[in-house]
């Protein structure tokens, strides 16, 4: 038997959500030591799995972060309908939440980054931990998500090997379409993997996306992030951003004064826009106070006393001193 898989674009046929058709500062937690049975991994980290709700279909996600005012729910992008902006997502007690996808492995083109992240604005669940020790061939592992539309179903297998790199997952616990975006627990709870795929007519040849590939997709979404508060603290108020600003003076400034009267947009906005209103009248009684000290030099290079180069020298000068 060969040894290569064929590539795993193409030799896999994706979990899509039961129904479907083939389309296409983060604080985590610890993973711990001690290792449980199936049935009280159930029990305990149940809360944490959720179903994902599309106009096509259902898939399964899994919270990775929870706090005061959000939490972020991992599941596959191929779960998500493509162009859909907000989904519904089901708890284990039945409660149900509006979700919008903040980060999405679509764009990356590569079947290892099968990967979104959705946000609801609420804490809610149980933060499942990503496991950061190699995954041995042979250990334990569940599945928990909706296959087939059957809600919160668990089944258990190994690991029965670990392709392209340890980036890929293979395992024999079974799992169907509706199955992907949940998590592949090892018994201590920690994820091992995202269930995305299965070889087409085969049994026990399933896998999952590794917890190495999560936790650098996470890193991804927090630098995207990081990226946008910077552009957002930065954000300019002027001409472009506000059309009316220059209604805060009577006498609009010139266009030679009105690259000097932007200013940083940090904090609220009202104390941005009197930032702004100070700095505009700064600028122009500078540049009022310079035509008043100007305009002796030009009368005397009018009476031809002094060259215009010595007027713009002493333009120069004075301008610097104030």
């Known amino acids: ?15 899509l959500p039961f129904g479907g058709k083939a389309e296409a500062g983060i604080s985590l ?17 149940m809360p944490g799995v959720v179903i994902v709700k599309t106009s096509r279909g259902t898939g399964s996600g899994f919270v990775v972060s ?15 309908n493509h162009g ?17 996808n903040v980060f999405n492995g679509e764009a990356y083109g590569d079947p290892t980054l099968d990967l979104a992240l959705l946000k609801i604005k609420e804490k809610k669940g149980i933060p499942l931990p990503l496991q950061k020790k190699n995954t041995s061939i042979g250990s334990e592992v569940i599945a928990i998500g909706s296959p087939k539309g059957l809600r919160f179903t668990v089944t258990k297998g190994i690991v029965s090997g670990l392709r392209d790199q340890g980036q890929i997952v293979q395992t024999d616990v079974a799992i169907n379409p509706g199955n992907s975006g949940g998590p592949l627990l090892d018994k201590s709870g ?29 890193d991804r979404y927090i630098k995207q992030e990081s990226k946008i508060k910077q552009l957002k603290s930065h954000q300019l108020i002027g ?29 609220s906005l009202r104390q941005s826009c009197r930032d702004w209103k100070q700095t505009f009248y700064q600028q122009r009684q500078a540049k009022e106070q310079h035509e008043d000290v100007s305009k002796p030099a030009m009368r005397d ?14 333009e120069r000068n004075t301008w610097n001193r104030l």
């Open 29 to 45: 937690p610890i993973c711990g030591w001690r290792e449980y049975s199936v049935e009280k991994l159930s029990n305990l980290f």
């Open 239 to 267: 001409r472009q951003q506000f059309p009316a600003s220059w209604n805060f003076v009577k006498r609009p400034p010139s266009k030679e004064v009105q690259p000097y009267t932007i200013v940083n947009f940090k904090g």
């Open 190 to 218: 920690c994820v091992v993997g995202i269930n995305t795929a299965g070889f087409r007519d085969s049994v026990g040849l399933n896998f999952a996306i590794s917890a190495k590939n999560i936790r650098e997709f996470i």
């Open 66 to 80: 929870s706090n005061r005012d959000e939490t972020l729910i991992m599941t596959n992008s191929h779960v998500l």
């Open 84 to 100: 859909e902006v907000n989904f519904s997502i089901v708890w284990a007690d039945g409660t149900k939440h509006r979700a919008s």
């Open 301 to 314: 290079y009018r009476n031809g006393l002094i060259t215009f180069d010595q007027v713009k020298d002493y």
């Open 1 to 15: 038997m060969k040894q290569a898989l064929l590539p795993f674009a193409l030799s896999l046929v994706s979990l």
